[in-house]
């Protein structure tokens, strides 16, 4: 037997003014942002050993089982211990807190005194100072780190690493101190001594 009661109609398309999508657009990107930022946290904390506490069956001592963890696991979260696939996931994510939060909040003007790169990943410098205070802003935001945390973040982490990156001789030295004038230049870094042995 055939079903011949009238369909109901399905719902209205949702629809969205011209004006509302430059926002929901940001507020999208902002989304996916810290869906990108909390897969990496969990992929950092999934790789990290369990401790167990337990003496390892052979009677070897404590030390030696802490040892053989640390060669397993990653060394270090610092983006600079990191190579390959894993720095290019760091990088990614870490190139969406610059651009949603960092920048948006304190990028400030660009100023001969304030110097800024917008090709910053390429500046070795940066890209480690930037990891160093976004390692510190996920860990003096969490709600274990206290009301007193965010405020820890800025005058211990944030005011320091500005101070350094944009400042007249600092990594951008050689790139956009003005607005209008985009510059991009990485400075040559000094050569490290070559010891001769002689013969």
Known sequence: MADTSPTAPGPEPYRV??????????????????????????????????????????????????????????????ILALGGEAYAVELAALSDWVNYLFLPVYGREISTSRPWCAHWHEHPEAVARLHALWLAWQQFTDTEAGLSGPSTWHRDHLDQTLAHLRAPDGPFAACTT??????????????????????
């Open 178 to 199: 003005s607005a209008t004038r985009p510059n991009h230049r990485v400075l040559a870094t000094p050569a490290p001594e070559q010891s001769g042995v002689a013969a």
């Open 17 to 78: 003014h011209d004006a509302d999508l430059d926002d929901l657009a940001s507020t999208l990107a902002k989304a996916m942002a810290e869906v990108r930022q909390h897969g990496v946290i969990l992929d950092r904390l999934g790789s990290e050993p369990e401790s167990t506490g337990s003496q390892p069956p052979d009677g070897a001592p404590e030390a030696e089982e802490a040892d053989s963890k640390k060669a397993d696991g990653p060394a270090s979260v610092f």
